[in-house]
């Protein structure tokens, strides 16, 4: 049973080369633990047409929402100015400030050994090489696991990460940070430093670029936290 009416609606944000349904075990956890979750399908066109696919998710529920995005999405997250967006929870996200881009803040510290090459194709998208998810993307996860996230990998395109942001969510809402320690796709570093500049609560691991996947209760704890204390 959930806890109360005023407990918050769960919205959960994939990032790139990926949809919903990676988050499938963090929304089983999360349902038995008695809150109502979704998961806001992005286009991963632009910047803006990300965050008005996240608002009209919102629109969908009622009451508070608490908004979480994994890698990309961290900055789809910060930019969805919506009223009842009470807190933010960044999973190994990207947390660009007022005039950065997702690339800006990506590509601030060296990339791990093992990182993909990401470049356009001939029509502008981003894919991700297939060898990277089991090398880079989610080195913990299985052999069946890399291959069903490359057959249904979702490309982004290259304004995505290009577009300047405004002034964040993070700066007015409260913020939670999953730093994975061993993240081959975006520096732990670089995480460690987005999330100081957000005063962020923040919670370290040793899980790999996609816990959501590999370490599912590790991310319903921080999501639980975060919604219990809006």
Known sequence: MRPNSATPTIVLVHGAWADGSSWGRVIVGLRQSGFDVLAAPIPLTTLDDDVNAVKRTIDRTEGPVVLAGHAYAGGVIGA????????????????????ETVADVFYRNP??????????????????????????????????????????????AAPCIQQPVAKPGWKELPAWYL???????????????????????????QVDHAP???RPEVVVDILSEAAENV
């Open 80 to 99: 969805t100015d919506h009223s009842r967006v009470r807190a933010l929870v960044y999973v190994a996200a990207l947390a660009p400030d007022q005039g």
């Open 111 to 156: 990339p791990h050994p093992l990182a993909p090459e990401l470049k356009p194709d001939d029509g502008g998208w981003i894919w991700l090489p297939t060898n990277a998810f089991g090398e880079a993307f989610a080195q913990h996860a299985t052999a069946e696991e890399h291959a069903l996230l490359a057959a249904v990998q979702r490309p982004i």
């Open 179 to 205: 730093v994975a320690e061993e993240d081959r796709m975006i520096n732990p570093d670089t995480q460690r430093f987005m999330a100081e500049r957000m005063n962020a609560r923040t919670h370290s691991h």
């Open 212 to 214: 959501l996947i590999t």
